[in-house]
């Protein structure tokens, strides 16, 4: 299994790591990896791979393998070098990329309770971001919606994580925001994501450690995407 460094801090911008296994497309399996892998609407890292010999490699993304939440493969670009296993290397990620990342999703936690409705879907981008509510109805008064959002933010909120067991997960079921996409269980304990006395839901991604470094946000456009479904998209007005 390899052990994800990014649950305990998200700001490790680079590490050592040993590769563990070469899959058939390519893709490289490390003990250890920084790389978040595509989940929960939010993208796979990028960055780079640096071999012991000089070799640089340029990852386009990272991947859980056939769903498996317990694993990452790192997917290089076109044409890249090849390592072998046993080799230790130094990863380097895209920090410019994942840290905008992690601001929109800290930022979508927070829209999440500005629009309280449910949440029938979500994407996370590095210049925007979107939530897709079971909302008959657009809200009147979405500038005071828009103010409560960078208020959030504003307060500078603590953001922090914490762990539950998938018995606990079980029994909060008004933990889960989202309808269509259950948290991921099956691995004995749920990750939660707490924002000071604001907000409190299952999410494995990554994050801010305080609101106030999401900056300012602003309202986008808001789609009709079905009789009781809105997407609202949200972007830094920065």
């Not at 390519?26 to 780079?48: C, K, M, W």
């Not at 109805?137 to 909120?157: G, K, Q, T, Y």
Request: glycine content about 10%; proline content about 6%.
């Amino acid at each position: 299994m390899t052990q994800f460094l990014f649950r305990d801090d998200a700001y490790l911008k680079s590490a050592e790591a040993t590769v563990t296994a070469l899959t058939p497309e390519g893709g490289i399996v490390l003990d250890r990896t920084i790389f978040y892998a595509t989940s929960g609407g939010q993208p796979g890292d990028s960055g780079t791979i640096e071999g012991d010999d000089g070799t640089t490699l340029s990852i386009a993304t990272a991947v859980h393998p056939d769903g498996d939440k317990t694993a990452i493969v790192h997917v290089p670009a076109a044409d890249q070098p090849q390592l072998r296993i046993g080799d230790t290397i130094r990863l380097n990620l895209d920090w410019d990329r994942r840290y905008r990342l992690m601001r929109m999703h800290t930022a979508l936690h927070l829209l999440s309770v500005a629009f309280p409705f449910p949440v029938t879907g979500g994407s996370v981008g590095a210049d925007k971001g979107r939530l897709d509510f079971d909302m008959p109805e657009v809200p009147s008064d979405l500038d005071a919606l828009e103010a409560r959002l960078n208020d959030f933010v504003s307060a500078n909120h603590a953001v922090t994580t914490e762990w539950i067991t998938d018995e606990e997960m079980a029994a909060n079921p008004d933990l889960i925001k989202t309808m269509n996409v259950k948290p991921p269980m099956g691995q004995g304990r749920v990750r939660l994501v707490r924002i000071g006395s604001v907000d409190l839901q299952p999410c494995g991604g990554t994050h801010v450690a305080t609101t106030a470094e999401i900056g300012p946000l602003k309202l986008g456009k808001i789609e009709k995407k079905g009789s009781m479904n809105r997407r609202v998209s949200l972007l830094f007005a920065e």
